[in-house]
Nanobody, 118 residues
Framework: QVQLVESGGGLVQPGGSLRLSCAAS????????MGWYRQVPGNKREVVAVISDLGWTKIVDFAEGRFTISRDNPKNMVYLQMDTLEPEDTAVYYCTRHPSFMSEPDYWGQGTQVTVSS
């Protein structure tokens, strides 16, 4: 079955960096777009970044210039490099699978907590 397992979250000071990782299994990873969403308590989940099977990327405005999404197809891994983190980036971050680059996710990981605080 499809499994998406995130890691790399934690506590970081404002201005710091984190790299989130997502290990995917149970499907042909190289055939799917992958993404990252986040959710702040009390808010709905919002997209952060998506990467296509061919490596095209889209980053939302609040992450542009600070976050980078990448993938390693032989390792079935997708990453989110987050730099210049702000307290407003505090959220649970979810790895997602997308049937196509422009589609909504069809599978979600369990999430990893990112807390940006001094």
């Amino acid at each position: 079955q499809v499994q998406l397992v995130e890691s790399g979250g934690g506590l970081v000071q404002p201005g710091g960096s984190l790299r989130l990782s997502c290990a995917a299994s149970g499907f042909t990873f190289s055939s799917y777009s992958m993404g990252w969403y986040r959710q702040v308590p009390g808010n709905k989940r919002e997209v952060v970044a998506v990467i296509s099977d061919l490596g095209w990327t889209k980053i939302v405005d609040f992450a542009e210039g600070r976050f980078t999404i990448s993938r390693d197809n032989p390792k079935n891994m997708v990453y989110l490099q987050m730099d210049t983190l702000e307290p407003e980036d505090t959220a649970v971050y979810y790895c997602t699978r997308h049937p196509s680059f422009m589609s909504e996710p069809d599978y979600w990981g369990q999430g990893t907590q990112v807390t940006v605080s001094s």
